[in-house]
């Protein structure tokens, strides 16, 4: 069973930064492209960023690039989103997905986490 935990959330002033981290287990996570999708309230899933399998290759949507870094440990089974220059336009669940996406648009995933709460607010 896939399973996909995210952790690192909290609030964050403007400017500030965080950095998500994302516990996968039950599939070979090494050689797996993986993403992060956002979700705010009272909007559907936006994808933020993907990775390729290992790490060679990352994409990011529009609204983030410059300012999220996405990576991954494969030995240690753990993706992460480093989150800078944090907006209150980026106030959202933030959820680690099995999958890869290459531009902004529509993203199904394959498996997705509960998410994690990023609340960006002075």
């Known amino acids: 069973e896939v399973q996909l935990v995210e952790s690192g959330g909290g609030l964050v002033q403007p400017g500030g930064s965080l950095r998500l981290s994302c516990a996968a287990s039950?599939?070979?996570?090494?050689?797996?492209?993986m993403s992060w999708v956002r979700q705010a309230p009272g909007k559907g899933p936006e994808w933020v960023s993907s990775i390729t399998g290992y790490g060679h290759s990352t994409y990011y949507a529009d609204s983030v690039k410059g300012r999220f870094t996405i990576s991954r440990d494969n030995a240690k089974n753990t993706l992460y989103l480093q989150m800078n220059s944090l907006k209150p336009e980026d106030t959202a669940v933030y959820i680690c997905?099995?999958?890869?996406?290459?531009?902004?648009?529509?993203?199904?995933?394959?498996?997705r986490g509960q998410g994690t709460q990023v609340t960006v607010s002075s």
């Open positions: 997905a099995l999958g890869i996406n290459y531009r902004d648009g529509t993203f199904t995933p394959t498996s």
């Open positions: 039950g599939f070979t996570f090494g050689g797996s492209g």
